[in-house]
């Protein structure tokens, strides 16, 4: 009975050994969490502040957008027509902010308009930090085929040759990007998101 028991314990040793030996670990980057909210704002538009908890706040009143606007081609164009020496170029117009006086609600005073801002507020932070991975010994030509397979099936353009190539690392990495994963490297969650087993 003794001698069985030993066997046990030395076969579970032997699994955890194996086991640990299988599962890899690696520092990724995990990109920040930033999504936009709607944040409303009354802003006084009275004279008389009396009474009232106003502050003066910054609030985008236009947001920041692209514009087709013409530009001259050079100041060297020489032909007699000026619409000859014009392009329409599309170009980068940057938000408008403006200090307006704003209340916390609009209990206190009906002299206020409503004004919507759309803000990026940061739910997670990004960074590094250590997951679990494919161990390098472990993938196989038959594992990057399966992954190269998935990848296709989501859209990507690249060829199902069981090589980790570099058209296959860039897809994962934009893979993993798009779910929000930690990339870097074949970790155990991206194949889970491929539904890979």
């Known amino acids: ?10 076969i579970f040793i032997s699994l955890s050994a194996y086991s640990q030996n299988n599962v ?44 087709l606007v013409k530009r001259r081609k050079s100041a060297d164009c020489l032909s007699p027509n000026p619409a000859d020496c014009m392009v329409e170029v599309l170009e980068e117009i940057p938000p408008v902010s403006m200090n307006l006086y704003t209340l916390p609600n609009n209990e206190k005073t009906t002299e206020y308009d409503i004004r919507k801002e759309k803000i990026k507020v940061v739910k997670s ?8 991975i494919v161990c390098p010994k472990n993938r196989s030509a038959k594992l990057i085929k399966r992954v190269q397979a998935a990848l296709i099936k989501s859209g ?14 860039l897809s994962i990495t934009d893979f993993q990007k798009s779910k ?13 998101a491929l539904g890979i087993k």
Do not use: W
């Open 125 to 132: 932070e990004g960074g590094q930090t250590e997951v679990a």
């Open 156 to 169: 990507y353009p690249i060829v199902e040759n069981g090589t980790l190539d570099q058209a296959t690392q």
């Open 24 to 67: 890899c670990k690696a520092m990724c980057t995990i990109d920040p969490v930033v999504v936009e909210e709607e944040k409303i704002h009354y802003i006084f538009t009275g004279s008389d502040t009396t009474g009232l908890n106003v502050k003066s706040t910054k609030i985008t009143i236009m947001e920041a957008r692209k514009e």
């Open 180 to 192: 929000g994963l930690p990339y870097g490297d074949l970790t155990l969650s991206t194949l889970a």
């Open 1 to 10: 009975m003794k001698n069985v028991f030993l066997i046990l314990i030395s």
